[in-house]
């Protein structure tokens, strides 16, 4: 059986489909160990650091399991890999980041417009809580990330509306991971950071959806043009290099799981 290589995605998040691709075709089964990190980072032509990220992003997910001394193993169940789009983001390259902000304009511009319809006087004192916080914290990066994150829980609750409070909730290992960095891009603009978040705030108090979503939608927007200039990604192609790894042969001998590269 050969497995294609993986071309043009960033090197962990095709290792992670690789992987994945193993497992829906019975190459390994849950449960099994998987070869050894050298093995299998040789193997895939990637290095022993990606692969490490890629094994502790399916750890996080609950798909794998590492044991200190003993190797990988594959969990015995499928139902986490409902999870795993969101899986590939745990790379959290400065594309995938990108893409981020994108979906986030959507999706939270939408949350910000319903909640501005929904919210009560209780989601009100929470939200503002949270940004009293903040401007509390204007000096301490981790507490203000820390309230700025329960501001942004707070909005998604005041939506009322549990598809999308469960699909935010499925991704918010990655949203924490990307809020958390993002902010840190913030440097010296924490204070307008507050203001932009003020101004969510208001509107949704005020019942105006439109403003709230395009509130929400403009802070999104400055805080990705702050992460581009801090990181210098233009708005080149995103891709990624393309990986110059060979197809994966997968055999089984002994009850073990062997991969040799072809030819």
């Not at 997910?61 to 789009?85: K, N, V």
């Not at 060979?246 to 040799?260: A, M, N, Q």
């Amino acid at each position: 059986m050969q497995i294609e290589p993986i071309r043009k995605t960033s090197v962990v998040q095709g290792a992670i489909s690789r992987i994945k691709e193993l497992i829906d075709q019975e190459h390994f089964k849950f449960g099994d160990k998987l070869p050894p990190e050298r093995e299998l980072a040789k193997l895939l032509g990637i290095s022993l650091p990606s692969l490490r990220e890629a094994l502790r992003a399916l750890s996080i997910l609950g798909i794998a399991e590492m044991r200190p001394g003993s190797g990988t193993y594959l969990r015995s169940s499928m139902s986490d890999w409902s999870s795993d789009p969101f899986s590939l983001l745990f790379d959290l390259s400065k594309p995938v980041h990108i893409d981020l902000f994108e979906a986030r304009m959507g999706i939270e511009g939408v949350i910000a417009e319903l909640a501005a319809k929904k919210r009560t006087e209780e989601d009100l004192q929470v939200m503002g809580a949270a940004l009293r916080e903040m401007r509390n914290h204007l000096e301490d990066k981790m507490e203000y990330i820390r309230y700025e994150i329960e501001f942004h829980q707070a909005i998604i609750r005041a939506a009322k509306n549990t598809i999308l409070e469960d699909f935010m909730e499925k991704m918010y290992k990655v949203l924490y991971e990307s809020r958390k960095r993002t902010v840190e891009q913030l440097k010296d603009v924490y204070r307008e950071s507050y203001l932009e978040h003020y101004q969510i705030y208001r509107y949704i108090k005020e019942g105006d959806p439109k403003k709230a979503r395009k509130a929400m939608v403009e802070n999104l927007t400055k805080v990705e043009k702050r992460f581009r200039s801090k990181t210098g990604i233009g708005e080149q192609s995103q891709a990624s290099r393309p990986d110059s790894i060979g197809s994966i042969v997968v055999s089984k001998k002994g009850g073990e799981t062997h991969l040799t590269k072809s030819s």
